[in-house]
């Protein structure tokens, strides 16, 4: 089992930038992809950003390149999400996810509970 937690959302102006953590615990990750993804109010959820753990090789969504980073910290078994120029568009309740890898939240078997973020105008 894998166990997800993330962290550091919250409320922030339009071209603010924000980092949001996520922590995995419960089993080896030298396999595995972390990715990010979102959901907004009545809307579906969003692939954002993904990195595989071994390579670190990442993907992005096409809303977010140029502006989001995705990260690890390997020792620290924590994944990072690094978002700048944030838009009103970005909020959303923002979820860390583990598993196999890729653009589909099929791709991942564990979710953690996520973080909302907001950006006002």
């Known amino acids: 089992q894998v166990q997800l937690v993330e962290s550091g959302g919250g409320l922030v102006q339009a071209g603010d930038s924000l980092r949001l953590s996520c922590t995995a615990s419960?089993?080896?990750?030298?396999?595995?992809?972390m990715g990010w993804f979102r959901q907004a109010a009545g809307k579906q959820r969003e692939f954002v950003a993904t990195?595989?753990?071994?390579?670190?090789?990442?993907t992005y969504g096409d809303s977010v390149k140029g502006r989001f980073t995705i990260s690890r910290d390997s020792a620290a078994n924590t994944a990072y999400l690094q978002m700048n120029s944030l838009k009103p568009e970005d909020t959303a309740v923002y979820y860390c996810?583990?598993?196999?890898?890729?653009?589909?939240?099929?791709?991942?078997?564990?979710w953690g509970q996520g973080t909302q973020v907001t950006v006002s105008s």
């Open positions: 996810a583990a598993g196999a890898g890729g653009m589909s939240r099929l791709g991942y078997a564990y």
């Open positions: 419960g089993r080896t990750f030298s396999s595995y992809a």
């Open positions: 990195i595989r753990w071994s390579s670190g090789t990442t």
